[in-house]
C-alpha cells in the first residue's frame, strides 16, 4: 500500500518535473520516458529495464515500457510502467488494462504514464 500511495507521488512529481520550462499553455506536460523510469524506481525500490515496445503498440501510441521482470522475485513486487504519446491513448490503454488485470494488481495512471 505505501509502495502504491509512494508510486502516485512519483508519477505526480515526474509530470511536475516535466512541466518545467513549458510554455504549451492547455496542453498536458510531456513527461520523459527516463523520468516517468526513475521516479518509479526510486518510489517502488525496483530497478526497471528498457522493454521492446511491439511495432503495434508503437504505431497506437506506447513510446516507452519498463519492467522488473528479471527481478521479480528478488523484489517481491512486478512493476510495469508505461508512458504513451498523449492522454487519450494512456485514457484508452488504462481502460484496456483494468478491464484485464486481476484484482490484486494495482494501477497508477496519470497524464501518460501507467504504472501496474
Known sequence: MIRSISALLAV????????????????APQVTPATA?????????VKLKAETVPAD?????????????????KD????????MKDAD??????DRVRASAPNSAKL?????????
Open 76 to 83: 517481491k513486487q512486478a512493476v510495469a510502467v508505461f508512458v
Open 57 to 73: 503498440a508503437r504505431e497506437q501510441g506506447m513510446t516507452a515500457s519498463y519492467s522488473n521482470s528479471a527481478t521479480i522475485v
Open 108 to 116: 497508477i495512471a496519470h497524464r501518460l504514464v501507467m504504472v501496474v
Open 37 to 45: 523510469k526513475a521516479s518509479i524506481e526510486r518510489a517502488a525500490h
Open 12 to 27: 505526480a512529481a515526474a509530470v511536475a518535473l516535466g512541466a518545467c520550462g513549458s510554455s504549451a499553455g492547455d496542453a
Open 89 to 94: 491513448v494512456a485514457a484508452e490503454v488504462t
